[in-house]
């Protein structure tokens, strides 16, 4: 993961912070609120946007890509498994 992307985190509450940093830039309130914040960020930077459950495992990632004007919503979007073979 590159240090500009933003991860979306529970650690007794829900919290957003990016990647290469300690301190999250947003903390508290739902899980929705947090996801939807870490998403306009992400969306703005043009940097992924990983979700995490609970207990930390990797529920999504949600790429976007960096322009004059960002697309509302992700170019690729990633769940673990998805790739596995059926």
Known sequence: MDARDVETFWDG???TRRV?????FSRGGPRLRQI???AEV??????????RDKD???????????GPYPSRS????????????S
């Open 36 to 38: 939807c914040i870490g």
């Open 20 to 24: 290469g940093c300690v301190e999250p």
């Open 74 to 85: 992700p170019t690729h979007r990633l769940r673990p498994g998805d790739d596995r073979p």
């Open 42 to 51: 992400a969306r703005w930077a043009g940097v992924r946007h990983v979700i």
């Open 56 to 66: 930390g495992t990797v529920e999504e990632v949600n790429v976007y890509r960096p």
């Open 13 to 15: 509450i829900w919290m």
